[in-house]
């Protein structure tokens, strides 16, 4: 196995942060993966696995351990009816896979277009967007149980999806790397579309899968969502923050508070949950906790075009976390309410 040493992260991160990794692999195959894997866990060393870095905060002291690039190839589709079966190899880039399902109608991931990424990170946190999230597509997950030392297939409902969360999160945090993705996807199926903004940009035309996809592309380019390396702006980790989910009176309490800033005509955003709580918007909060956008302390800011993404503008992590805490302080001064931060934080 080729081991490289002292190998900067910042290059991995789309955030462009982190200092150097002890030890860096690159598994191009599974069984690669899996032999790395083992191979840190042998010598108890701790384990970062690397997908695109798009959803990674790394310390400026960078992380000491083994970091396992996965950028293992391949997808296998297989015919059943209207549905196509596709199962991808865990180090697929998210969104070859969305413009691949696009071109040929097979609709379930259609707004989830412009996601930077690989397809292993996707149940992690259960990616989401316009409407549409992984955990309505994904039919199993398959991983290596590094408790274990086995290979194991995770149907859904061991996986407890939830908005921008999942038992990977939770009660197995750690335990599995993730080697693949199975998702159903419906053929000649049309797109749905349940977002309200998403609904606007559409209009009275068509709503083929891929002017669908186009849409989204072009929501997300205006929110500097759509990861571009040449783009100043676009060295995030996407949204920074989760968007709060509050019980009913704690929604009506925030809006107690925010009374005396709502714009004429304007009412605040809130959408019901499932779990019949309230999910608020965390980039609206933040402006309106009178956080400016571009606002930028020590090189890491508030991006230009949206207020849940924190900028690196040619600072530290230690920077941009700062950052982070003064927003939090902000919002929870004006409204009471915390800001859990979404990306994961390493070393
Ligand atoms: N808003 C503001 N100011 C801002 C940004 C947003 O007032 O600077 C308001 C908007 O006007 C809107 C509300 O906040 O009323 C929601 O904004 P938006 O539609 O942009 O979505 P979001 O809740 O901020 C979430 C996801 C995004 C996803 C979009 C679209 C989270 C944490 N973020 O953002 O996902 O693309 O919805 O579905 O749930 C990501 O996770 O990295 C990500 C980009």
Redesign the pocket.
Known sequence: MNVRRNVPLAAYTTLGLGGPAGAFVEARSTQRLIEAVTAADDARTPLLLLGGGSNLVVADEGFDGTVVRVATRGRQVVDAGDTARVLLCAGEPWDGFVAWAVANELAGVECLSGIPGCVGATPMQNV???GQEVAEVITAVRVWDRRDRAQRTLLPKECAFGY?DSVFKREARGRYAVLSVAFALRRGGTASVR?G?LQKALGEGDRSLARVRETVLSL?RA?G?VWDPDDPEGRTA??F???PVVTGAEADAVLARAAGVLREGESM?RWPTDDGRVKL????LI?RAGVT?GWTVDGAGVSHR???ALVNRGGTTRALLAMAARVQDRVREAFGVGLEI?PERVG
């Open positions: 989401g967007a316009y921008r977002y903004e997300r929110k969502m996407g949204s923050f989760t968007n955003p918007a965390a980039g609206w402006e956008k949206h207020a849940l979404e």
